[in-house]
Nanobody, 125 residues
Framework: QVQLVESGGGLVQAGGSLQLSCAAS????????MAWFRRAPGKEREFVAA????????VYADSVKGRFTISRDNAKNTVYLQMNSLKPEDTADYYC??????????????????WGQGTQVTVSS
């Protein structure tokens, strides 16, 4: 089993920045993919970004390209989401996910095996 714990959420003004972290435990992330999803109030969960542990290939949702950056720290078994130029539309609960034994990042939530509890991000106007 893999446990994922997100942190770093909070309240920020539009145009500001925030960095989310997701620490994995239970196994070492090696030949896997980790990703961030989000669910805004009244909306379905949507893909944000994903990264492969081998090679560091990334995939981003069009809505966050150029503003968000996903990265990983292999030694810390942790994935990050640096969010810049935040907009009120980014307000959501953000979830970390892990796709075991996947090489190429996937934007599909059904591909992921483990999920974190979520961390709330609120962007004020």
């Amino acid at each position: 089993q893999v446990q994922l714990v997100e942190s770093g959420g909070g309240l920020v003004q539009a145009g500001g920045s925030l960095q989310l972290s997701c620490a994995a435990s239970g196994r070492t992330i090696v030949r896997d993919v980790m990703a961030w999803f989000r669910r805004a109030p009244g909306k379905e969960r949507e893909f944000v970004a994903a990264i492969s542990w081998i090679g560091g290939s990334t995939v981003y949702a069009d809505s966050v390209k150029g503003r968000f950056t996903i990265s990983r720290d292999n030694a810390k078994n942790t994935v990050y989401l640096q969010m810049n130029s935040l907009k009120p539309e980014d307000t959501a609960d953000y979830y970390c996910a892990a796709d075991i034994n996947r090489i190429r990042p996937s934007p599909l939530g059904i591909d992921y095996d483990y999920w974190g509890q979520g961390t709330q991000v609120t962007v004020s106007s």
